[in-house]
């Protein structure tokens, strides 16, 4: 009977350890902790993250309570999904942030933190990369909630520069050409 009682207690100890070496880190933490685990501070994303997704891969989906913008050195919008590819200090293929620059919405494609010791962050909206103080970033910001019709638009004024940025340097070397 007392070896039957080893065996049974050995077996629920092992099966135990087990299911703390095979259970997903990421069902325990926040995504807030996720971005700090791969070395992006937590603030990228505003404080109302609901629930989120992440694959072994690297590709998430982050679920806000709403969309919202926030205030940084420019103006963040926040759509109530944000996606991309995440790894160690940087996020790719993004979609669901777009930055503001004097009146204008730039599609934020991906963040990256190029050396940590740098105390920078650079923000990819298509042409250009955006720099700012990584420390703008260390806390999840307020974010203020936005109507439907606040929100960023393709139209005018938001702006896929790649093709009309394209246009403009060829009409510039056109008329250089003229000249």
């Not at 087990?18 to 807030?32: E, G, I, N, Q, V």
């Not at 777009?98 to 963040?111: H, M, N, T």
Request: aromatic fraction near 12%; charged fraction near 20%.
């Amino acid at each position: 009977m007392f070896f039957h009682l080893c065996v049974v207690l050995s077996s629920l100890l092992i099966a135990s350890f087990a299911s703390l070496a095979f259970s997903s880190p990421s069902a325990s933490l926040s995504f807030y902790e996720v971005l700090r685990s791969h070395g992006l501070p937590m603030g990228l994303l505003p404080k109302g993250v609901t629930d989120f997704v992440i694959d072994d891969n690297g590709r998430f989906e982050v679920y806000l309570d709403q969309a919202c913008n926030a205030k940084f050195e420019s103006e963040l919008h926040y759509d109530r999904n944000v996606s991309g590819n995440l790894s160690y200090g940087q996020i790719g293929e993004m979609s669901g942030i777009s930055a503001q620059e004097l009146f204008l919405w730039f599609p934020v494609k991906g963040i990256r933190v190029d050396v940590p010791s740098s105390g920078l962050i650079y923000f990819d909206v298509g042409v250009v990369y955006k720099q700012f103080s990584l420390s703008l970033f260390e806390t999840p910001p307020d974010c203020k909630a936005v109507r439907g019709d606040e929100r960023p638009q393709e139209g005018s004024d938001y702006v896929n520069l790649s093709g009309e940025i394209r246009y403009l340097f060829d009409q510039e070397d056109l008329v250089r050409d003229i000249l």
